[in-house]
């Protein structure tokens, strides 16, 4: 199978905590943000250069993939007057005021419209014996046909980690930040990565030892990632561990940082709904021995957490669900525009959850 052949073929739409367009007054103006081929990353630079705006003057609640079509909310300060953007590939759309800026995390969810090609009769057969578990978990819960809502395994997919996200996270952490500009240099010299990354090579050009310093020419919020990648790992090990020893029936898909662990019947993950799992930082309590020996095995402790040379960085720690929600969830076989063997899927996520992650494991 394929996903993401054309950005058309994923699309996302941000689910807001409220709806803008009722405030008639507020010092910030909100935008829906529209873009194709876009991160949200560099599509804010693009709307900064635009207008001459300083990049802390746009603020957003979650970066979005650049093979997609997304859309999402953006704040600016009121005084920058009425932004107007429509180009072929990213455009702005006023959408109301609101009396603060929008900030991380500050979304519901998401609404996702994917279409994957080029499904083998093997990859079909898996898809439907796990959709025949999710109509039996509908019936059994809710009394009704209809793919309402279920539940999957909450892992972080391979958009967290990217090329070296983890290794840059790690050599922060034990505060090698030597090696962790080289590993961000390298990424820049080789195009994989954008504007920011430059901006450490070129500092590190002109103050070739000032580590700290080039680090800090990325924006804390980005320069976090790297620290969250590691969390996002610690969790996966984690999740896949907790799916192993449930006693349920499990099979196991590699990507690019280990193995995801599925049950083989959707049924299955009713009895982890309650369970939370830790998103390791300094304040956490690490009590069972598996995560204990996983720090040890990467160097590192949770009081590794405090970064005292930037102490934006430091981060306390939180827990995360096992398990996320699919709700309004939606299968077609199409055979009109596209391939016979095409799949769309429609449905909508809780914040901070991947929909990738929602094909892996209904085609494990």
């Not at 009121?78 to 109301?96: P, Q, S």
């Not at 909450?154 to 070296?164: A, K, P």
Request: glycine share 6%; proline share 3%; with cysteine.
């Amino acid at each position: 199978m394929r996903l993401k052949s054309f950005p058309e073929d994923f699309m996302v739409g941000e689910i807001p905590l409220k709806e803008y367009a009722a405030n008639s007054s507020g010092a910030f103006a909100v935008y829906a943000l529209w873009k194709r081929n876009f991160n949200t990353e560099d599509a804010i630079q693009f709307v900064c250069k635009r207008f001459n705006l300083k990049r802390g003057d746009v603020k957003f609640a979650g970066a979005k993939d650049r093979n997609a079509i997304t859309t999402q909310h953006i704040s600016i300060a009121r005084d920058k007057g009425k932004l107007v953007l429509d180009e072929e590939n990213i455009k702005l759309t006023f959408a109301g005021f609101s009396n603060e800026p929008i900030s991380l995390g500050n979304l519901a969810g998401n609404r996702f419209e994917l279409i994957i090609r080029e499904v083998t009769s093997d990859e079909r057969a898996r898809f439907e014996s796990k959709l025949s578990s999710i109509l039996q978990t509908s019936q059994s819960s809710q009394s009704s046909k209809s793919f309402q809502s279920f539940l999957l395994p909450n892992y972080f997919d391979e958009q967290r980690f990217s090329t070296n996200n983890v290794a840059i996270g790690l050599c922060i952490l034990k505060r090698d930040f030597k090696t962790a500009t080289q590993h961000i240099a390298q990424s820049a010299q080789s195009g994989r990565e954008g504007y920011y990354e430059k901006q450490v090579l070129a500092h590190l050009q002109s103050l070739p030892t000032d580590y700290v310093g080039a680090l800090q020419k990325i924006p804390p919020k980005i320069l976090l990632m790297y620290l969250h990648a590691v969390q996002s790992y610690i969790f996966n090990e984690s999740l896949a561990r907790l799916i192993r020893e449930s006693g349920q029936e499990f099979v196991e898909e590699p990507y690019s940082q280990g193995q995801f662990v599925f049950c083989t019947g959707i049924a299955a993950y009713q009895s982890l709904h309650a369970m939370h799992l830790p998103l390791i930082g300094f304040s956490s309590a690490v009590r069972d021995t598996a995560t204990t020996a996983l720090l040890a095995q990467l160097g590192i402790n949770h009081r590794d957490f405090i970064i005292r040379a930037i102490p934006e960085l430091s981060i306390e720690g939180s827990e995360r669900s096992a398990l996320m929600q699919v709700d309004d969830f939606s299968a077609t076989w199409t055979a009109e525009s596209i391939p016979e063997s095409a799949l769309k899927l429609s449905f909508a996520l809780p914040k901070g959850s991947y929909a990738t992650m929602v094909v892996k494991a209904l085609f494990s």
